[in-house]
């Protein structure tokens, strides 16, 4: 039990030490991962679409 309220005190105390981002650095960074998010959603649907047309062309004699 000592244990683990050592641990939980070795956690609060690093936590203190975190240098955490402004809101300026997140809001950026949250840009980029919606952006890049964006980004994979729109090209993985463009392969979709085309790697269905060519199985269509192949399959619909």
Do not use: C, N, Q
């Amino acid at each position: 039990m000592g244990k683990l309220f050592g641990y939980f005190g070795s956690v609060k105390r690093e936590m203190h030490e975190v240098t955490w981002p402004t809101k300026k650095e997140l809001r950026k960074a949250m840009m980029t991962v919606i952006g890049t998010v964006f980004f994979f959603v729109i090209f993985f649907m463009v392969v979709d679409y085309g790697i269905t047309s060519i199985l269509d062309l192949f399959l619909k004699k």
